[in-house]
């Protein structure tokens, strides 16, 4: 696919080619939403719209991304950004108030019944709110990396991985390039240094060699001020490459292959029986 430019030479265009490129944003989400900026940049580069470039990144689709959602014409909830959220705590305007809103959200954990404990890993804060269409899901932990973790979060990790006393299956997102690369290798060397004993199965689903043939996905040149760059050869591919429902498939296959259906369905009839009594002491309230 060639590599990613970062030319600043400015793309002059006339009314209609940006209508035609605004046409293209508006479809490429209607077809697979959520997406982060940068998929939604990629996705118009894969299809011929836009430029590999930095300058057509910021430019043309953050800016017009902007434009058309302060405009109304594309829905906010199709763009997601999970970078930045509140910290508050959980608190109810009255007993009943709380009462309800249990009855409303309330789920059974469905692997303490499953023979397995799982959990996907991603390197990247901005593409969680894609991967967590499935795991929110599947009550599956999201765990967030945004680059290099910390040896606290990696040991909190590893605490909880020892305390569940199954085979831990993690399955990690990542960039291909040599740090992106190196993270991986961090990860799973910490956890299993931190549970020694913990049965842990360690997979990197995405990005791969394989992926990267298999869909022509674009590259990036790799950042040669990277002290791992040295022996890393060609372009480096961000997972961000990797169109939303493909991450949300590979996410989805990775996690039910461990699902005791048998199980799932026992536990969902006891779940429907049990929000029915909730609502039953809300009416009683």
């Not at 999201?142 to 990790?157: F, H, I, Q």
């Not at 799973?188 to 549970?195: I, S, T, Y």
């Not at 043939?213 to 990036?220: I, S």
Request: with cysteine; proline share 5%.
């Amino acid at each position: 696919m060639g590599t990613y430019g970062t030319s600043p030479t400015k793309v002059r265009r006339t009314k209609a080619d940006m209508a035609s490129i605004r046409q293209a944003l508006y479809a490429t989400l209607e077809d697979d939403h959520p997406a982060t900026v940068r998929q939604v940049f990629y996705r118009l580069v894969t299809q011929g719209v836009i430029a590999k470039t930095e300058a057509e990144y910021k430019r043309t689709i953050c800016r017009l991304l902007r434009e058309m959602r302060l405009a109304g014409e594309l829905p906010f909830g199709w763009i997601t950004d999970n970078t930045r959220w509140m910290r508050k705590p959980t608190t109810y305007s009255s007993l009943e108030h709380a009462l309800r809103r249990t009855a409303e959200a309330y789920r059974r954990s469905l692997w303490d019944t499953q023979e397995v404990y799982v959990e996907v890993w991603l390197e990247k804060d901005a593409l969680a709110g894609v991967l967590m269409e499935e795991t929110v899901k599947w009550d599956v932990p999201l765990m967030v990396t945004r680059g290099y973790p910390s040896l606290s979060y990696l040991y909190e990790a590893a605490e909880q991985i020892r305390g569940c006393g199954k085979p831990a299956h993690l399955y990690y997102f990542g960039d291909y390039d040599p740090s992106g690369l190196d993270i991986t290798r961090n990860v799973e060397r910490r956890l299993r240094e931190f549970a020694p004993l913990a049965d842990i199965r360690f997979e990197r689903v995405a990005v791969t060699p394989e992926q990267i043939t298999r869909w022509q996905l674009p590259t990036r040149p790799t950042k040669q001020s990277d002290s791992r760059s040295k022996g890393f050869e060609g372009g480096s591919i961000e997972v961000d490459a990797i169109p939303p429902r493909d991450l949300r498939a590979l996410t989805r296959d990775r996690i039910e292959q461990h699902v005791n259906h048998r199980s799932l369905e026992v536990l969902q009839l006891a779940e429907r029986e049990e929000r029915a009594w909730l609502h039953t002491l809300l009416g009683a309230a």
